[in-house]
């Protein structure tokens, strides 16, 4: 029999023994609780305002599919992590993170609800986890977490949703696969979005009422974010402004540097004066004149270089409205934004002033040592982490999947004939020979649907992906709609 330990003061202070069934706990913490080891849960816990939820890296959280044992909290069908006091969730980098994951055997979206964090006196973090298959992956309830270098995907709804004057800072964090959105602002939230690769949302991030994220300054000031947001093959859109607000975007990365491309996967004023503008310029490296140098590119989320094509069945856990419909994932631009040092040249530089009888002359700096050269590279650009395949979409050469065949999947006759619609999400596993080689249903409104989408699949050719001119497998989100009409 094997034997796991939860380590707590409070309601959970005991030792489980785990036979063939897991023992499930659920209800309230009121006092400071400790989690380790594996924990499954089948309804709502709450932390008391009073209490601290701490979890230790390595832990797994498995949550009971479709259940609510207390039949409370939002939904009272599915269970909810209720957060009133304070969360402390850190994992390790490698091999340490924590992970919050659904204990079906076939894991969907929205098996459970999500993580709310409502405690506003105590900041609550969340450090390299994972949250996965919930109908919201993590809430911001007029609280203000720490959420960072974390993979929030395959969620329902929204990945990361801020709400109610939320001023969560989201950092360095794998947004991806979500079913509405990666990052949800309303009702006067106003997160800080830094370093993130938000990817393969249907739309990246929607703002809502008088919400206000900042999403990059260029210059930042102070607290303000610094953009570095990889931000690109969503499907709808990467910002879908439905406030009155102006929206900082600047100094992020959208896989091109065609501003007319930018713009067209962006709602906001230009397509409806009720709303406020969206400012993406300067996006990340475009020239700043006359002399200013681009930088070197922002550093990649660890997160998302790990292998985390999930797993994670429980029989193998591991570690791993109103939209324009035109605008779609594939049509990103093939070029990723490139970083560059442009040497100052004596045409661009202004002499001081000086007395009438001194003559300005301009003496270019001394060619630097190779030693120095040598030196000003490693400060400069980082060593690159190993990446183990398949690699994210947004690491492939040109940023994105390239098509050699698609097939149009088959409407089942009898949703056409009833008149029913719906959607199929498939996390897709590419070979390096553009082959599909695997995939996975993440979403899927009805199995004639699920069928219908598997057999287009199946049928799928891609360009062989690459990256640094090297043939890799690549794992992508396919998204297939059955639209009547459509």
């Keep these: 029999m094997k034997r796991i330990f939860i380590w707590a003061i409070g309601v959970f202070g005991a030792t489980l023994l785990l036979g063939q069934q897991p023992n499930y706990v659920s209800g309230k913490i009121s006092k400071d609780t400790r989690w380790s080891g594996d924990v499954h849960i089948n309804g709502d816990v ?99 977490p720490v959420i960072e270098n974390c993979e929030v995907r395959f969620n329902f709804y929204i990945g990361i949703s801020a709400e109610v ?55 930042a000031e102070g607290t303000q974010s610094k953009g570095g947001n990889r931000i690109f093959n969503n499907f709808e859109y990467d910002i879908y402004n439905h406030s009155s607000m102006e929206i900082y975007a600047q100094n992020n990365l959208w896989n091109t540097e065609d501003v007319a491309e930018i713009r067209k996967r962006i709602f906001d004023r230009e397509d409806n004066a009720a709303y406020g503008p969206v400012i993406f ?36 856990r591991g570690g791993t409205s109103g939209t324009r419909n035109n605008v779609s994932a594939n049509k990103s631009s093939d070029t990723l934004a490139v970083a560059e040092q442009r040497t100052p040249s004596a045409e661009n530089i202004s002499p001081v002033p000086v007395k009438r009888e001194t003559v300005y002359v301009y003496q270019p700096p001394p060619e630097p040592s190779k030693a120095e050269k040598t030196e000003a590279k ?43 619609e719906g959607t199929v999400i498939l996390q897709v596993v590419v070979g390096r020979d553009g082959r599909v080689e695997s995939y996975r249903v993440l979403r899927s409104d009805g199995e004639l649907f699920t069928a219908a989408a598997i057999d287009a699949i199946k049928q799928y050719r891609y360009k062989p992906g690459t990256m640094n001119g090297k043939p890799v497998k690549f794992r992508v989100i396919e998204r297939f709609r059955f639209k009547i009409g459509g």
Excluded at 46 to 71: C, E, K, M, S, W
Excluded at 391 to 400: R, T, Y
Excluded at 405 to 417: A, D, S
């Design 378 to 420: 490693k400060e400069e650009s980082p060593p690159k982490p190993q990446i183990q395949e398949p690699v994210l979409e947004a690491f492939l050469d040109g940023g994105k999947r390239q098509y050699i065949r698609r097939v149009k999947p088959e409407y089942p006759k009898i949703y056409l004939n009833t008149g029913t």
């Design 281 to 316: 310029e300067p996006y990340f490296g475009q020239t700043q004149p006359p002399i200013a140098r681009r930088r070197a590119l922002p550093p990649v989320p660890s997160i998302a270089l790990e292998s985390s094509v999930s797993t994670s069945g429980p029989e193998n």
């Design 46 to 144: 709450v932390v008391a305002r009073n209490a601290t939820l701490t979890i230790d890296a390595g832990t797994r959280i498995f949550i009971a599919p479709h259940q609510d044992v207390t039949r409370g909290g939002t939904d009272p069908e599915l269970t909810e992590i209720i957060i009133l006091g304070k969360l402390v969730a850190r994992g390790a980098e490698r091999g340490g993170r924590i992970l919050f994951t659904s204990a079906a055997k076939a894991q969907r979206m929205r098996d459970w609800y999500g993580i709310v964090i409502k405690g506003r006196r105590q900041q609550s973090e969340l450090r390299n986890c994972i949250i996965e298959y919930a109908y919201k992956g993590i809430t911001a309830y007029g609280s203000a």
């Design 165 to 219: 004057r939320a001023k969560p800072t989201i950092r360095n964090c794998l947004i991806l696969g979500n079913g509405v959105a990666g990052i949800n602002c309303e009702l006067g939230s106003a997160p800080l979005v830094e370093g993130n690769i938000i990817n393969q949302n249907t739309n990246g991030v929607i703002i809502f009422d008088r919400s206000n994220p900042d999403i990059g300054h260029q210059p």
